[in-house]
Structures are given as C-alpha cells and as structure tokens.
C-alpha cells in the first residue's frame, strides 16, 4: 500500500497562490507516476502529473500557464503550485499514484492505484 496525505489548501484570495503538498509513505515512492486531480461536485478531472524523476511533467490544457508540479523523491513529496487564483479553481484537490511511468491515459481515473483523502482550496473574491 502507499498512504497519500495531502495538506496546503484552505481559503485563499482570487488572485494569490498556493501550494499543495502530497506526501506518501508505504511504498519505494519512485515507482509511481505522481498526478493531481480536483474535484467539484461529482466530477473529478486530472490536472497535472508528473514522472518519477521529476524530468516530465504534463497538465490539462485548462491550467497550463498556472499550476506547476513538482516532486522531491528525497522527501517522498509531490507539489501543486497553483497561482493567478480564480473562482474556477475551488475545488478539491487530490494526489494520485499509478504504478510505472507510462503517460498513456494520464486523466483517466481507474489506471490510478492509490489516492489521497484530498484537500479543499476555496478562492474568495
């Protein structure tokens, strides 16, 4: 098993930025292809992962620009860095983990072997 824990959001200004953080235990966390994923009401879509090493990252169209992902494979963490906030970005927001370092599927939520519990970030105008 690999444990996910995410921490970093809350209420934050439209506008600002934050910073998520996921950190895992359980398992050699540079096994797994690391992605984030949010979710508002029903609909959870993919917004950024990352490869083991760091060396690759890839993002939905939506959020290109804007949100950064980045991981420390000595600390077994993965990042969010979300700025220029807006009301679109309340939503929860989760790390996920798949097995290997395939980038076939990335939004697909069933290829993912482990999620966190999520944290809530609500942007305030």
């Known amino acids: 098993q690999l444990q996910l824990v995410e921490s970093g959001g809350g209420l934050v200004q439209a506008g600002g930025s934050v910073r998520l953080s996921c950190a895992a235990s359980?398992?050699?966390?540079?096994?797994?292809?690391m992605a984030w994923f949010r979710q508002v009401g029903k609909e959870r879509d993919f917004v950024a992962a990352i490869s083991w090493s760091g060396r690759d990252t890839y993002y939905a169209d939506s959020v290109k620009g804007r949100f950064t992902v980045s991981r420390d494979n000595t600390k077994n963490t993965v990042s969010l860095q979300i700025s220029s906030l807006n009301s679109e970005d309340t939503a929860v927001y989760y790390c996920a983990a798949r097995a290997g370092d395939s980038v076939r599927d990335l939004a697909s939520r069933p290829t993912y072997d482990y999620w966190g519990q999520g944290t809530q970030v609500t942007v305030s105008s």
């Open positions: 359980g398992r050699l966390f540079t096994n797994y292809l």
